[in-house]
Nanobody
């Protein structure tokens, strides 16, 4: 059974940093992409950043580009989201997700429907 467990959320002041972790288990993720999505209050869930396990290719939404960094530790089956220069508008529930990324694929999946597995989410609150 696939499980994605997020951790690391919390309350931080604007300009601060947080690191989210997503521990993955239950299958081999070599041919998968991992994504961090977020849902802000009153808004639709949107993609933040994605990465593929094997090569480490990354994608960032414009809203987080230059401030957030996605990385993975293959030995630990864990994906991270390093968030710097946080803004109040980054306040959201952050979800980890896993979706197929077959060998030879180029563009990383960035739409929610492309992801099969989801974690429960972790709350990030940025105060002004």
């Amino acid at each position: 059974q696939v499980q994605l467990v997020e951790s690391g959320g919390g309350l931080v002041q604007a300009g601060g940093s947080l690191r989210l972790s997503c521990a993955a288990s239950g299958r081999t993720f070599t041919s998968y992409a991992m994504g961090w999505f977020r849902r802000a209050p009153g808004k639709e869930r949107e993609v933040g950043a994605t990465i593929n396990w094997s090569v480490g290719r990354t994608y960032y939404a414009d809203s987080v580009k230059g401030r957030f960094t996605i990385s993975r530790d293959n030995a630990k089956d864990t994906v991270y989201l390093h968030m710097n220069s946080l803004k109040p508008e980054d306040t959201a529930i952050y979800y980890c997700a896993a979706g197929p990324y077959p060998p030879g694929s180029w563009s990383l999946p960035s739409a929610q429907y492309e992801y099969d597995y989801w974690g429960q989410g972790t709350q990030v609150t940025v105060s002004s």
